[in-house]
């Protein structure tokens, strides 16, 4: 069984590593939850001080195929990854996720848990920023993948449409609670988007559009949520992002 702490599941310690003369830049080392077990439970503190018995630290991880990953408090949102201070560069980060090679490691949903990003979701996320025309947007935008805003949030594409105006693309695949969660993050990716863009009006406006896209759209309570605050749902055909991920692996 996964230890538990604030109510939830986790995999993975990490330590902090001070810069030192001949390392100046800070550094970081995880260890899965069944090393740092047997570790500890082998560990002879002084005076009967151990360790064993803690459960008040926790800490999910998103790896990166760059050699970086996203810490994460376990008791904050599972879909939440976006305060770019958390993104951190792994020592030991192919030892611990050795599936993440071209990519971002399997997660439990879409979004990440204990993991990373699914191929699903980076599948999609690619397609969109490479064909603005698939979400409703002209040809000529300009995409942005994981753009960054000021607070640290993350959409998930982001279009230039000209010097004052632009879109916010959250990617989702299929599933209603899932569709939900994008609609309620298009929201505030766009308001964001209009203080970025120097926009007054923080709801839907001519400026600055918000959407979500997945593979499957036809959820009613997602529907009627997006359209009262005028999100457009857009259906994203698997064969077109299976075609367009076939394209780039042969190029």
Not at 40 to 68: C, E, Y
Not at 111 to 137: D, R
């Amino acid at each position: 069984a996964l230890p538990v702490i604030n109510g939830g599941e986790f995999d993975w310690y990490v330590f902090a590593v001070e810069p030192r003369r001949e390392v100046p830049e800070p550094h970081y080392l995880i260890l899965h939850h069944t090393t740092m077990k047997s570790l500890v439970l082998d560990f002879k503190a002084p005076r009967g001080r151990n360790w064993r018995d803690q459960d008040h630290w926790m800490a999910n991880i998103r790896p990166f195929s760059d050699g970086t990953a996203y810490f994460r408090w376990g008791d904050e949102p599972a879909n939440d990854f976006g305060n770019r201070s958390r993104r951190f560069k792994l020592d030991n980060l192919a030892d611990q996720f050795p599936d993440a090679q071209g990519g971002q490691v399997s997660e439990k949903s879409n979004h990440g848990t204990a993991g990373g990003e699914s191929e699903s979701h980076k599948q999609i996320k690619t397609f969109v920023a490479a064909h603005p025309e698939a979400v409703g947007l002209a040809a000529s935008a300009v995409s942005e993948v994981e753009h960054g805003f000021l607070s640290g949030d993350m959409v998930d594409v982001w279009f230039k449409l000209g010097r004052d105006r632009g879109s916010v693309v959250e990617v989702e695949v299929s599933g209603a609670q899932d569709l939900l969660i994008g609609v309620h993050q298009a929201i505030k990716y766009r308001a964001l988007a209009a203080v970025e863009l120097g926009v007054l009006a923080l709801g839907p406006s001519p400026e600055v559009d918000a959407a979500v896209a997945a593979h499957a759209v036809d959820y009613r309570e997602a529907q009627e949520l997006a359209v009262k605050y005028q999100v457009r749902l857009v259906a994203v055909s698997a064969a077109a992002v299976a075609e367009c991920k076939e394209r780039h692996q042969h190029r």
